[in-house]
């Protein structure tokens, strides 16, 4: 019988990962509902040897280099045909049950497009993780946050975003999704490389009239940081380039304008900091993403017409001011 879903964990000189993760998977993954996928992006560490070898009921898609975040698993997803597909970080735990609940929540929501377990930190188990907490949205501006998470700050889970509910984006670490929807608005965008990818996936699926949600129900615990630390100025640059370009392309060029624009004050301000606390190459890294920025938006020249933050209630926040200003910590 055909299997509805592939787990596909993108893998790149990851084999000491896979080697700590993939147990988990494999575990807690019903052989009958999915099958398990790993796509290798040109790996030179001993990755390939040590699936063929311990974990040879995993599927293996090789590829000769590495593509990225965002075009290895559009390459990874052209090449597989399945219903439905769960974009696994090679850091992630999953707990027992963790699958049935998202499909199950998707085949009887059939206006939901892609979903996400509740997201855990590994390193603290009792909190959320960054990287989706118990789902993502963004403000008024595009500076996301979660249930659970305000920048830097994460929530104990006292189950206080137990239900499930619809939201603006997402978790990349865990992302459940139609593939023929995936296909339909594009996959992930190449040009991002890695960082803000997923949510600018989950805008475009958004506006092509689909909902997209958090099942709690579902729970899996992100380690987090392992392809970029935070304190590597190389994602402060993504984050911030990538950021602004989620913003060109998904709004509505006029409006587009105005939020740009007040972003990059912001973004000055984060430059400001960055220089006062010393840290020089992330203070680098955003003059450098918006010279990037600069060059890459000429590629986008297609806007929507609807501005979807218009009818998002949290997307009416301010979380800078909130969270800086207001000293509001939690969602």
Same mark, same amino acid.
């Given at each position: 019988?055909?299997?509805?879903?592939? %787990?596909?964990?993108?893998?790149?000189?990851?084999?000491?990962?896979?080697?700590?993760?993939?147990?988990?998977?494999?575990?807690?993954?019903?052989?009958?509902?999915?099958?398990? %996928?790993?796509?290798?992006?040109?790996?030179?560490?001993?990755?390939? $040897?040590?699936?063929?070898?311990?974990? +040879?009921?995993?599927?293996?898609?090789?590829?000769?280099?590495?593509?990225?975040?965002?075009?290895?698993?559009?390459?990874?997803?052209?090449?597989?045909?399945?219903?439905?597909?769960?974009?696994? *970080?090679?850091?992630?735990?999953?707990?027992?049950?963790?699958? $049935?609940?998202?499909?199950?929540?998707?085949?009887?929501?059939?206006?939901?497009?892609?979903?996400? +377990?509740?997201?855990?930190?590994? #390193? $603290?188990?009792?909190?959320?993780?960054?990287?989706?907490?118990?789902?993502?949205?963004?403000?008024?501006?595009?500076?996301?946050?979660?249930?659970?998470?305000?920048?830097?700050?994460?929530?104990?889970?006292?189950?206080?975003?137990?239900? @499930?509910?619809?939201?603006?984006?997402?978790?990349?670490?865990?992302?459940?999704?139609?593939?023929?929807?995936?296909?339909?608005?594009?996959?992930?965008?190449?040009?991002?490389?890695?960082?803000?990818?997923?949510?600018?996936?989950?805008?475009?699926?958004?506006?092509?009239?689909? #909902?997209?949600?958090?099942? @709690?129900?579902?729970?899996?615990?992100? /380690?987090?940081?392992?392809?970029?630390?935070?304190?590597?100025? /190389?994602?402060? &640059?993504?984050?911030?380039?990538?950021?602004?370009?989620?913003?060109?392309?998904?709004?509505?060029? /006029?409006?587009?304008?105005? %939020?740009?624009?007040?972003?990059?004050?912001?973004?000055?301000?984060?430059?400001?900091?960055?220089?006062?606390?010393?840290?020089? @190459?992330?203070?680098?890294?955003?003059?450098?993403?918006?010279?990037?920025? #600069?060059?890459?938006?000429?590629? &986008?020249? #297609?806007? @929507?017409?609807? *501005?979807?933050?218009?009818?998002?209630?949290?997307?009416?926040? *301010?979380?800078?001011?909130?969270?800086?200003?207001?000293?509001?910590?939690?969602?």
């Amino acid at each position: 019988m055909k299997k509805k879903v592939a %787990v596909v964990i993108l893998n790149w000189n990851g084999a000491a990962l896979l080697q700590r993760f993939l147990p988990s998977v494999c575990a807690h993954t019903p052989a009958h509902l999915a099958d398990i %996928v790993v796509a290798d992006n040109g790996s030179t560490d001993n990755s390939v $040897e040590l699936l063929t070898r311990e974990f +040879p009921q995993v599927l293996l898609l090789p590829f000769p280099r590495n593509y990225g975040f965002a075009e290895g698993y559009n390459r990874a997803l052209d090449e597989l045909d399945y219903e439905y597909a769960v974009l696994l *970080n090679s850091d992630v735990e999953v707990t027992a049950h963790w699958l $049935e609940p998202l499909l199950e929540f998707v085949e009887s929501h059939p206006d939901v497009a892609a979903c996400q +377990p509740k997201i855990r930190s590994l #390193r $603290e188990p009792e909190k959320f993780e960054y990287a989706g907490a118990a789902g993502g949205f963004i403000d008024r501006y595009g500076y996301p946050f979660c249930r659970g998470r305000l920048f830097g700050t994460l929530e104990t889970d006292c189950g206080q975003y137990d239900d @499930p509910l619809d939201i603006f984006w997402a978790s990349g670490a865990a992302l459940f999704v139609r593939t023929a929807v995936y296909r339909e608005v594009g996959g992930l965008d190449p040009g991002f490389f890695a960082h803000m990818e997923e949510i600018d996936l989950c805008w475009r699926i958004h506006l092509a009239g689909y #909902r997209i949600a958090v099942v @709690p129900q579902s729970r899996v615990h992100h /380690q987090g940081g392992a392809s970029l630390d935070a304190a590597n100025p /190389q994602k402060t &640059y993504l984050n911030f380039r990538n950021n602004l370009l989620m913003l060109h392309k998904n709004l509505p060029r /006029q409006e587009g304008k105005k %939020v740009l624009f007040i972003r990059r004050l912001y973004d000055t301000l984060a430059f400001t900091r960055f220089v006062a606390l010393g840290q020089i @190459p992330h203070a680098r890294a955003i003059l450098k993403a918006h010279n990037d920025f #600069r060059k890459m938006r000429k590629q &986008y020249t #297609r806007h @929507p017409q609807e *501005n979807l933050l218009n009818t998002f209630p949290e997307a009416r926040r *301010n979380i800078t001011m909130e969270y800086f200003l207001k000293g509001k910590k939690k969602f």
